[in-house]
C-alpha cells in the first residue's frame, strides 16, 4: 500500500513542513508528494492556515491525496480548518498514542503538527509512525466514526 500525500504549512510552519516532505519523500511508502504550500520567499509565503487547511482537506475530499500532513504554530488552526470539509478528520498529535489513535480509532487521514510545540525529530517520529498505522473497517471503531460520516450527511 502506497499513499498520495498533501503537505502544508502556515509560515510559522515551513522549516518542519519542508522536512517532512523531504522525509516522505524518501519513504517507500508514499508514491506522491503534493506541496500545497507555503513556500519560503514565495507570494504565498505568508497565506494564512486556514486556506491550506482547507485546500489539503478538499484535495482528500477530492481523492487527489489519501492522506494529509498540516504544520502550523500549534496544529490546532490546521486540524480545525481540515475538519470543516466533509469527510475530513483531522487530529492534532504530539505523542506517538495520539498519532495511532487518530488513525486505530478514528480513521483520521490528517496528522497536525505545531512547530512551536514539538521537536522536529519527535515530529519526524510521528509521521513516521503515523504513516504504519491502517484503520481496520472491521474494528469496533467502525461504527463509531460512521456516527460522524451520518452527522454529515443530515
Ligand atoms: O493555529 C494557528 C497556528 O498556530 C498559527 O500558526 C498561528 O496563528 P496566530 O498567528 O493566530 O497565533
Known amino acids: 500500500m502506497t499513499y498520495r500525500i498533501a503537505v502544508g ?56 491525496v489519501d492522506r494529509a500532513v498540516l504544520v502550523c504554530g500549534t496544529g490546532i488552526g490546521m486540524a480545525l480548518s481540515a475538519n470543516k470539509v466533509p469527510g475530513v478528520r483531522a487530529a492534532t498529535a504530539h505523542d506517538s498514542f495520539s498519532a495511532e489513535r487518530s488513525v486505530l480509532s478514528n480513521n483520521c487521514q490528517v496528522l497536525a503538527l505545531g512547530q512551536r510545540v514539538v521537536g522536529l525529530e519527535l515530529a519526524r517520529r510521528l509521521v513516521r509512525e503515523w504513516l504504519g498505522y491502517v484503520f481496520d473497517d472491521r474494528s469496533p471503531s467502525a461504527a463509531k466514526v460512521q456516527l460522524l460520516n451520518d452527522y454529515e450527511r443530515c
Do not use: F, M, N, W
Open 9 to 64: 504549512c502556515d509560515d510559522a510552519g515551513l522549516d518542519y513542513k519542508e522536512q517532512l516532505a523531504r522525509d516522505l519523500r524518501a519513504d517507500p511508502r508514499v508514491s506522491e508528494v503534493l506541496d500545497l504550500g507555503v513556500h519560503r520567499g514565495a507570494e504565498d509565503e505568508h497565506r494564512p492556515y486556514p486556506e491550506i487547511g482547507l485546500a489539503a482537506g478538499e484535495a482528500i475530499r477530492a481523492g487527489t
